[in-house]
């Protein structure tokens, strides 16, 4: 049986000064996409349309139904599902608006959060990594005397590294460790005496290391290259502690 397509089915080139979707026809302009604005005439022609066009053909069953979706549901709903909510619920495009209405307070709004998010990460880092528990007991204010080296690289307790942030030190009283000013959040200065201090050497693949466990209470571990801790051991001395086997 031949099927005849609808009109709105088939392709047409309009002028800008005549269209069947301008307002003197009486249909809906382009800008108003919702079904409430289109004639019944025009919906029942899409339903009897997609009825004798689907009819045999099982296999697009499914297309049948996503069509007719996609026919009945307003264009708005379409383009904006349901539930996608911004910042405190609002919808981004309400929370684009108040960037929008309000440029200033977005500028202020910003720096600031940027700098509570850094400050949180160093918290954060603090507290895994066993900074702040050395901090408790071994947290110097007298400025250190000895030979140090900065920018250097280290991993503390559950995989903290720190990479070119460190600044680490030694003399006959004990470690020096500090880190970079940008860090400094959560990051006092430690000393910590070369009797609190258990070392012991490793190697990595090709990379020799050796780990210094700090403070026989807490047992946070220091990683660092071998030849940073042989710096570190000229410093020390005969003050350096007994290496583990």
Known sequence: MPVTLPSWTRPRLYSRQFSPFS???????????TPESEPTELLLDRKRFLDTWFDGWPTLAFSKQAIQLFVHTPARSRLKPAGVVGLRGMPPNHWQRFIDQHPAL????????????????G????????????SKLYRTQVKFEGAKWRGQSARMRWLVNYNHVLTLGANREGLYLASMFLFRFMHPPLLIPWREIKLRRGRDWFLEYVT?????????????RAKLAEGLKKEAGNDWPVEEL
């Open 212 to 224: 210094f466990t700090m403070g026989h209470e807490v047992a946070i571990p220091l990683k660092i």
């Open 106 to 121: 977005f500028a202020a709004i910003l720096p600031a959060y940027l700098v509570l998010l850094w400050l949180l990460v």
């Open 123 to 134: 918290a954060i880092l603090s507290f895994v990594g066993g900074w702040f528990s050395l």
């Open 23 to 33: 307002a003197a026809n009486g249909l809906r302009q382009p800008n108003q996409r």
